[in-house]
């Protein structure tokens, strides 16, 4: 066993004594021997000091005028931060009652006056020693926990599957946050041997290790039981096994299943699992049966759906549903998440949407606080298009025919027309003028076009384009504008920002008006616009804009 | 003060619960109610009319006590369960499993005609 030295002169001793004479004199002895020596003549004074700054042992006199020692003692004890501060009390021996006084109001040890400088020094020096040794092994422990725990947290990690993984037309992601170290959610990916895939979402109940290892092991099972079994009779039997085993845990469980164009789902408990077309929810699946473990005899349904190119299907455990409302609503961190279908057709990167579910989930109520996970399937393959144009307000006219001759029949060819050309205009004279975000917000809006139209052919400038982007999908038609393959155009080649130009947004208050949902990015320049069958802007609504 | 106040309502033990029951109160919980459960009270209503939000491991302390009863041949019922609460029930598909009533009153008589 290892032992430390002692080293005096790493420790401070406070002497609290009315008398300057003994106060000179301990605090002598005391720095002879090498210890840090400080000095109050009464209580407020030793409380005031303790307060500033905590010694390694308080040297206390009984009796003292204002406060004596037992009453300072008593202040201390009643202080977490010094309750276990090592206090040697000085009493008269001809007064024992004094030193049962001390005892009984906490202090660690007592010395007799007259002080014999030999035992002074022994009793502090030992006290200070035990005082290090009781800290020790709990410090020890808790890092020795903490070690634990993070390598608990790296294995968990490493348990997850690589994402974003390809499965023939399917892009899925997903991420974890869990609220601690190592958390009870967790998610997992399994392509099969006879040609099915199945994404699956559990969420132990509880957080911690033991929901940790409860996970794993249920993860490791379901894994196994998948494997020439359906899905069904997968988590029947799970349920089974786990209902049995009485860990007094049990596992909310979302599960996709794909086999060519038809998606079964099940949802034991966990938030709605949303299939998404476009800008609307097809459907939610939920409560289609109780979580795995919980009753032995529960029975299971599935849910089944035929997808269509654009699809996505999103799950998410109740770390990021309850703080944003209810438990059962998935739409809400479905918007704050940023997860709805893009016409990109892509999938976030696991780490853009693990900071997302941080940043989500990090100012919520500590008792709301839960591991918070999210996995999206996404089918793509739909249809779309692709048209650059120049970044000039004249090139806007065609690009805008272009997209409302291929539009749906369904869709509403004026709103296309109207929201395009503004959304477009917003596209072009924003990154040409090279103007913040807030130009769409101006109040001079008319001022603004003719700046646009004034905007001169300058050099550097002619070879920039906009990307139009449409796809469609079973009910929804999508069109995306971006400045082909730069952000802004750089600042310094373009005119200075028109002083008289205010923020109220009718442009963008058009844009939003007539499409069903729209997507800015967030260098401002790009956005999505969407429609839907039977969206909720009718033709009437549309036509009041103008 | 008791967050989970008790009442004797005929054969009826009815059990309020405080406005949020989760992680940090699940074992008080189970702890009120299991000693009830040693007193051979076989008909125990949770009274949820103050109750806000249960998070899972108070949903996995309810099963135990709906089980822990079911085995001594007694009934857990739930009365006045919020909007929040019945979320939860009904995701986990718990509200099929137990009686749910709209107020401790109803919940009380049923019990009590069950048991006479």
Redesign the interface.
């Known amino acids: 066993m290892r032992t430390d030295s002692f080293s005096a002169a790493e420790h401070s001793v406070l002497i609290v004594d009315d008398t300057m004479a003994n106060r000179r004199l301990y605090g002598i002895l005391l720095a002879r021997e090498g210890f840090i020596v400080r000095t109050a003549q009464d209580g407020v004074e030793a409380l005031r000091s303790i307060e500033s700054e905590t010694p390694s042992l308080v040297l206390l006199d009984y009796i003292m005028p204002n406060m004596n020692g037992v009453e300072v003692l008593d202040h201390l004890r009643r202080d977490p931060k010094t309750a276990r501060l090592p206090v040697v009390m000085l009493t008269a021996s001809a007064e024992p009652d004094h030193i049962d006084a001390a005892l009984e109001a906490g202090a660690n040890d007592y010395i007799t006056k007259p002080v014999n400088s030999r035992i002074l020094l022994a009793r502090v020096k030992s006290m200070i020693q035990a005082d290090r040794m009781r800290g020790r092994p709990v410090r020890r422990l808790e890092s020795e926990l903490l070690e634990e725990l993070e390598e608990a947290a790296r294995v968990q990690k490493a348990q997850l599957p690589a994402v974003p993984m390809k499965w023939n037309d399917w892009r899925v992601t997903g991420a974890v946050a869990p609220s601690g170290q190592v958390g009870g959610d967790i998610f997992d990916l399994v392509p099969t041997d006879d040609g099915r895939f199945i994404a699956l979402l559990l969420?132990v109940?509880?957080?911690g290790t033991a929901s940790a290892l409860v996970a794993a092991e249920t993860r490791a099972e379901l894994r196994t039981l998948l494997s020439g079994r359906s899905l069904l009779e997968s988590v029947r039997r799970l349920n089974a096994h786990m209902a049995r085993r009485e860990t007094?845990?049990?596992s909310?469980l979302a599960a996709v299943e794909i086999e060519g164009s038809t998606l079964r789902i099940l949802?034991?408990?966990?938030?709605?699992v949303a299939v998404l077309r476009g800008s609307r929810v097809l459907a939610e699946v939920?409560?289609?049966?109780?979580?795995i473990g919980?009753?032995e005899d529960s029975t299971y349904e599935l849910t089944e759906f035929e997808v269509a190119a654009g699809d996505r299907i999103v799950m998410l455990s109740?770390g990021l549903t309850?703080p944003f409302g209810?438990?059962?609503d998935a739409r809400s961190a479905i918007s704050r998440l940023m997860l709805w279908p893009s016409v990109r057709d892509e999938v976030p990167e696991p780490d853009v949407l693990r900071t997302r579910i941080t940043t989500l989930t990090r100012d919520s109520a500590p008792?709301l606080r839960?591991d918070a996970t999210a996995v999206i399937l996404h089918l793509t393959g739909s249809v779309h298009e692709v048209m650059r144009l120049a970044a000039r307000p004249a090139a806007i006219p065609r690009a805008v025919r272009w997209v409302v001759d291929q539009s749906p029949d369904w869709a509403d060819r004026v709103a296309v027309d109207h929201g395009l050309t503004e959304a477009l205009t917003n596209a072009v004279l924003h990154g040409a003028l090279g103007l913040s975000s807030e130009v769409r917000h101006t109040d001079a809006y008319d001022e603004y076009l003719t700046l646009a139209h004034e905007l001169p052919d300058r050099p550097g400038f002619m070879d920039r384009h906009v990307e139009l982007k449409m796809v469609q999908n079973a009910d929804s038609f999508g069109i995306r504008i971006s400045w082909q393959g730069a952000a802004c155009p750089v600042e310094d080649r373009l005119p200075p920002a028109p002083t008289s130009i205010r923020s109220s947004g009718m442009g963008s208050s058009i844009i939003h008006s007539l499409f069903d949902r729209v997507d800015w990015d967030s260098d401002g320049l790009g956005l999505e616009l969407w429609l839907h069958r039977g969206g909720a802007a009718s033709s009437s609504d549309r036509a009041l804009l103008g | 003060m008791n967050r989970f106040a008790v009442e004797q309502l005929g054969n009826v033990t009815c059990i309020g619960l405080p406005a949020?029951v989760?992680?940090?109160n699940a074992k008080a919980f189970v702890d009120v109610v299991r000693a009830e459960i040693d007193k051979d009270n076989k008909q125990i209503v949770l009274d949820l009319s103050h109750t806000e939000?249960i998070?899972?491991?108070a949903?996995?302390a309810i099963?135990?006590i709906f089980k822990s009863l079911r085995a001594r041949d007694g009934e857990l019922s739930m009365a006045g369960v919020g909007?929040?609460v019945r979320?939860?029930l009904?995701?986990?598909?718990?509200d099929r499993?137990f009686p749910l009533f709209p107020s401790v009153e109803e919940a009380v008589r049923f019990g009590n005609e069950k048991s006479a």
């Not at chain 2, 009904?90 to 718990?94: C, F, N, P, Q, V």
């Open positions: 969420d109940s509880g957080h007094g845990k049990y909310c949802n034991a408990g966990l938030p709605p939920w409560g289609s049966g109780t979580p919980m009753f109740d309850e209810a438990t059962d008792e839960d | 949020r989760d992680v940090t939000a998070d899972s491991t949903l996995g099963v135990q909007d929040g979320r939860v009904a995701i986990t598909r718990i499993v």
